[in-house]
């Protein structure tokens, strides 16, 4: 997992830039991870101009690469949700970045199968507990 960088490449916020988080970061490097944007960067589309508002503002980082939000921003929340709903946004740019979230999900914590999908059954867990996981009866209905 990685931040998007906030800086700007020819006045574009990075984190709303297919260049250099898709063709460069996943590109050369081949990094598979999940990319985060912080502190206000989904809003920063809005402040430079380059998005109306924050439900416009969801839709080029996600094609860009970025995965989740980490914060509290509209662009990643009901915004997008709605973006999706009514055909904005493809929900095949949603659906790969749950990939990337659940493929992580499952690198680190206590999974040691292929990262779950839609249709994989929940499992129990069966891994010792670790400082990377925090198995217990109770949650491990949820862990894997």
Not at 21 to 42: H, K, Q, S, Y
Request: proline share 9%; with cysteine.
């Amino acid at each position: 997992m990685t931040p998007a960088c906030q800086s700007t490449i020819d006045g574009v916020p990075t984190h709303g830039s297919r260049f250099p988080l898709t063709e460069v970061l996943r590109g050369e490097p081949g990094f598979t991870g999940v990319l985060i944007a912080e502190g206000g960067d989904l809003t920063t589309l809005v402040t430079e101009g380059l998005a109306e508002n924050q439900r416009q503002a969801g839709a080029p980082p996600l094609a860009a690469g970025v995965d989740v939000g980490i914060t509290w921003e509209d662009a990643y929340l009901d915004e997008l949700s709605a973006a999706v709903r009514d055909g904005d946004v493809p929900e095949r740019l949603v659906d790969r970045s749950v990939g990337r979230v659940l493929n992580l999900k499952s690198r680190l914590a206590c999974s040691t199968g292929p990262a779950p999908t839609r249709t994989t059954p929940r499992r129990p867990c069966t891994a010792r507990p670790t400082r990377r996981c925090r198995c217990t009866p109770r949650a491990s209905r949820s862990c894997c």
